[in-house]
Nanobody, 126 residues
Framework: VQLVESGGGLVQAGGSLRLSCAHS????????IAWFRQAPGKEREGVAC????????TYADSVKGRFTISSDNAKSTVYLEMNNLKPEDTAVYFC????????????????????WGRGTQVTVSS
């Protein structure tokens, strides 16, 4: 499985960005895709995830109402639409996959994910 992130950049607080995760190599359509992020000096944390099979989603409390995860299965791409960005959203954002997914509603347990992209930097200035 290969995962390639894109779309990061520098944005002012209150602005928006859309991240993309292009994926390939899945043998079956039963997997979950998640976005994690890691800020300097902090542990990697889950942001949002989506089930390929059910289309269900899960969000971290810190991004609910601001971020939206979606999937375009025809393009083999998962998106993370980020609105009303805050300086504390600054981090490297990683795309990850779990096969099979943990359940009907995917979960943001980092140990469940065994394939990772290299990440894309998001910087939010105040």
């Amino acid at each position: 499985v290969q995962l390639v992130e894109s779309g990061g950049g520098l944005v002012q607080a209150g602005g928006s960005l859309r991240l993309s995760c292009a994926h390939s190599g899945f043998r079956f359509d039963d997997y979950g895709i998640a976005w994690f992020r890691q800020a300097p000096g902090k542990e990697r944390e889950g942001v949002a995830c989506i089930s390929r099979r059910y289309g269900t989603t899960t969000y971290a409390d810190s991004v609910k109402g601001r971020f939206t995860i979606s999937s375009d299965n025809a393009k083999s791409t998962v998106y993370l639409e980020m609105n009303n960005l805050k300086p504390e959203d600054t981090a490297v954002y990683f795309c990850a996959a779990e096969m099979p997914p943990s359940g009907y509603y995917p979960e943001l347990r980092i140990d469940d994910y065994d394939s990772w992209g290299r990440g894309t930097q998001v910087t939010v200035s105040s």
